[in-house]
C-alpha cells in the first residue's frame, strides 16, 4: 500500500513557464512534507518542506502547496530554467512520532530551452 | 562544503556472493541512515543509527543484511549472500540530530549495486 503516490512519472515544460509536480498522500497522520531533488548519479537533495500547520511555503522559484482536507500537495517552480530537470520526490512523516520518511516514486521533470 | 561520502559508487557482483558499502557522514552528525532505492521507486529505509546504536532496523533483512558503526562514525552495510533482488542504490544519509522525519537530512551520491 503505498501511502505517498506521484501518480505523474514524467512532465516537459518549456523554459520559463511553470513546472507543477503533483503528490497524494493517504496517511492522515503524516504532519510534514518533503521535496527532494535527484540529479543522476548523486543523492537526494533537500529542496523545501511544509508543515502540516502551513498551507503554502515558498523559497525563491520553489512553492510548495498543502491541501490537507484532499491530501495532496504540489510543488511549483516558476519560472523554470535547464539546471530543474531532474527528478523529483515528494516526501512525508510524522515528524511528532519520529518515524521515517515516506518517498514518492519520483517525478522526472525535463525543462526544454 | 560538507558532504556525505559513499564507496564504492558503483558495484558488480555475483549472486550468492558477500557484498559490503561504506559511509561516512558529515562530521559531527549523530544520526545515520541507509536507505535503498529501487530503479523506478523512492528510497526506503533500511536502518538508522543514533551515535553507534541501532535506532531502528525493522525494514533490514536481517537474514542477509547487516550493518554496524561501531565508533559512531562510518558505517558499513553489508549484504551476505547477494540476490538478484538486491540490486538497487543503496544512499547513505546523514543528520546532525535524531531527525527520522527528513529534516536536514544530507544524502551521499549512493552505492549502485548489480547482481547477476
Known amino acids: 500500500d503505498q501511502q505517498v503516490k506521484q501518480n505523474s512519472p514524467s512532465l516537459s515544460v518549456q523554459e520559463g513557464r511553470i513546472s507543477i509536480l503533483n503528490c497524494d498522500y493517504t496517511?492522515?497522520?503524516?504532519?510534514?512534507f518533503l521535496w527532494y531533488k535527484k540529479y543522476p548519479a548523486e543523492g537526494p537533495t533537500f529542496l523545501i518542506s511544509?508543515?502540516?500547520?502551513?498551507d503554502k511555503n515558498e523559497d525563491g522559484r520553489f512553492t510548495v502547496f498543502l491541501n490537507k482536507s484532499a491530501k495532496h500537495l504540489s510543488l511549483h517552480i516558476v519560472p523554470s530554467q535547464p539546471g530543474d530537470s531532474a527528478v523529483y520526490f515528494c516526501?512525508?512523516?510524522?515528524?511528532?512520532?519520529?518515524?521515517?520518511?515516506?518517498f514518492g516514486k519520483g517525478t522526472r521533470l525535463s525543462v526544454i530551452a | 562544503e560538507a558532504e556525505v561520502a559513499q564507496s564504492p559508487r558503483y558495484k558488480i557482483t555475483e549472486k550468492s556472493q558477500a557484498v559490503a558499502f561504506w559511509c561516512d557522514p558529515i562530521?559531527?552528525?549523530?544520526?545515520l541512515y541507509w536507505y535503498r532505492q529501487i530503479l523506478g521507486q523512492g528510497p526506503e529505509l533500511l536502518v538508522q543509527f543514533q551515535d553507534e546504536s541501532v535506532v531502528d532496523d525493522s525494514q533490514l533483512p536481517k537474514d542477509r543484511f547487516s550493518a554496524e558503526r561501531l565508533k559512531g562514525v562510518d558505517s558499513t552495510l553489508k549484504i551476505q549472500p547477494a540476490e538478484l533482488g538486491d540490486s538497487a542504490m543503496y544512499l547513505c544519509?546523514?543528520?546532525?540530530?535524531?531527525?527520522?522525519?527528513?529534516?536536514?537530512?544530507?544524502f551521499g551520491p549512493g552505492t549502485r549495486l548489480t547482481v547477476t
Open positions: 516526501a512525508a512523516s510524522v515528524r511528532s512520532g519520529n518515524t521515517p520518511l515516506v
Open positions: 511544509i508543515s502540516s500547520i502551513k
Open positions: 496517511n492522515s497522520m503524516f504532519d510534514y
Open positions: 562530521s559531527g552528525h549523530a544520526t
Open positions: 544519509a546523514s543528520s546532525l540530530f535524531f531527525s527520522p522525519g527528513g529534516y536536514e537530512q544530507y
